[in-house]
């Protein structure tokens, strides 16, 4: 063999009782899992550790990130082995010349502008193309919806017509067919909002007939949470197509303590047949760009008429009733309190020194906006750690960091979420058991993403696996330092390969596409 993992303790991806046993590699995939009695060209003391499948990160903003950091230590360092990009309905592909240069804009403030990226490709198929010359971790990649409703209707806020849903369906089935594993959307975003809900379940249709599933940021975490969830559950019966609700949570102080609420929907849901999984992370503070919180009529006709508008004086003034006193589209129905807005990360150099301040009022906001040119990306403190709790508890819930890695202080999710949840709550708390929570972060992502030889150490399987300390494992990453890197994760392996070995990254880059099964 390859190597041999000789002791440690088996948590294999189930949900079952861990067991000590030695785990043997060859060619890239798990040969033996018991006594191994024979030799190997290595041998790894896992004595005192414990080794599991690779994490699996259901929620990720890695976009470019995998392009332009090989080293990727943000997440290779956390134990994960795989991430789901193409997320909230924005991403780079499908795309033409046009949208291109206007999603760069659009979402710097998740990515940057991707300077130093060479953008060869225009289809699903030629991204993923791009990530298979080798990148740090395995990607598997959704449709963005409103990525292919930019490129088909454009700004509008209106239907689409019969041409262009049709020319939609034909870009998502292309996507699909390349080896995307789903689509997703931001309903909160410009220009997917647009979307009505007939439109929405159209392109379901077509996912669901490759196989694959729907990951919807819905229209509301906030005011009107529970009908944004509704909303998505009907949608997707309506389509035949699996769901999985993505950063699944009920924020604001509207929704304080009332997740419980949330599972009773989705048992109901679940008892009458719907095939549904959700993701979160383990924090209370969200992250996105400032420019997402203004109503979606700010938005129309894309980021230049936005900034337009702010200009003008009385527009901007009908923003700041929409903001302060109705409570926007973008901002989930809540009337906002700009004292929960934090700036994590601006576009322009210059203004570096608003990083970690908190916004004082809408002026202050507008100025930021207009000097950032849309690119600001902010913390926003407004979840609840009892609804996170509950959450996770969930037997339909998996891990997603939704970890935007650009910015002078990102959220720490992006670089603390895997051992965050084995360290915070299964040692310290006891929220889940190491076992039920190992299975939450790898089987049962891999089972949704249809990966047969995923998420299991099982002989036969692939050898991305992570070994940890589960007496130290812990995330070092915080609202301050968000950047600190984990510690108690001495080893992670991508197809039998260390990325991770003693505690430091490798120069290896095993990290490939992984790509849909196609039609069921």
Not at 151 to 162: C, I, L, M
Not at 372 to 377: A, C, I, K, M, S
């Amino acid at each position: 063999m390859d190597l041999v993992v000789r002791g440690a303790r088996v948590v294999d991806g189930s949900g079952g009782p861990s067991y000590q046993a030695d785990v043997g590699v060859e060619g890239g995939r798990i040969v033996e899992v018991g006594p191994i009695r024979g030799g190997a060209r290595r041998t790894l003391d896992g004595r005192g550790l414990a080794v599991a499948p690779g994490f699996i990160d259901m929620h990720a903003h890695s976009d470019l990130a995998l392009l332009t950091d090989p080293a990727h230590e943000a997440k290779a360092a956390q134990g994960v082995t795989l991430e789901v990009l193409g997320q909230d309905g924005l991403s780079y592909a499908p795309a033409d010349e046009r949208t291109l240069d206007t999603l760069r804009t659009l979402i710097a403030g998740w990515n940057g502008d991707g300077a130093g990226v060479t953008f060869d490709w225009r289809t699903v198929g030629g991204y993923l193309d791009r990530l298979d010359r080798g990148v740090a971790v395995n990607a598997a990649y959704l449709v963005p919806q409103g990525t292919v409703r930019m490129a088909v209707v454009g700004w509008e806020d209106r239907p689409a017509t019969p041409e262009e849903l049709r020319r939609m369906k034909q870009l998502v089935a292309e996507g699909m067919a390349q080896g995307a594993v789903g689509m997703s959307s931001g309903l909160t975003y410009t220009p997917g909002m647009y979307a009505p809900d007939a439109e929405l379940t159209e392109l379901c249709r077509v996912v669901a007939g490759h196989g694959g599933y729907y990951c919807p940021h819905h229209r509301s975490y906030g005011a009107g949470a529970l009908r944004a969830y509704r909303e998505m559950i009907e949608l997707t019966r309506a389509a035949g197509c699996p769901l999985h609700l993505a950063h699944a949570t009920m924020n604001f102080d509207v929704n304080a303590g009332r997740a419980g609420d949330l599972l009773d929907l989705l048992d109901e849901a679940l008892a009458g047949g719907a095939d549904i999984t959700l993701d979160s992370y383990p924090y209370t503070a969200g992250c996105t760009t400032l420019a997402a919180l203004l109503p979606g009529w700010a938005a129309v006709g894309g980021p230049e008429a936005t900034l337009a508008r702010l200009r003008d004086e009385p527009t901007a003034e009908r923003i700041r009733h929409a903001l302060e006193v109705t409570g926007s589209d973008g901002s989930h129905g809540v009337p906002m309190d700009w004292a929960t807005i934090e700036v994590s990360g601006t576009a322009e150099p210059a203004l570096a020194d608003r990083v970690g301040t908190r916004l004082a009022d809408w002026p202050a906001a507008r100025a930021l906006l207009l000097a950032d040119r849309l690119g600001t990306t902010i913390l926003q403190h407004v979840g609840d750690e009892r609804n996170v709790r509950t959450v996770m508890r969930h037997r339909t819930h998996t891990g997603g960091s939704d970890g935007i890695l650009h910015g002078a202080k990102p959220h720490p999710r992006a670089y603390g979420t895997f051992p965050r949840y084995l360290g915070r709550y299964v040692r310290e708390l006891g929220v889940l058991s190491l076992e039920e929570c190992v299975a939450h972060l790898t089987g049962r992502p891999a089972a949704r993403l249809r990966l047969p030889d995923r998420g299991l150490i099982r002989p036969g399987h692939r050898a991305d696996l992570v070994l940890f300390d589960p007496a130290t494992v812990a995330s070092g990453a915080g609202y301050e330092e968000p950047r600190t890197p984990p510690t108690g994760i001495p080893h992670v392996l991508i197809d039998g390969r260390f990325v991770i070995e003693d505690g430091r990254r490798t120069d290896v880059l095993a990290g490939r596409s992984v790509r849909s099964t196609g039609r069921r």
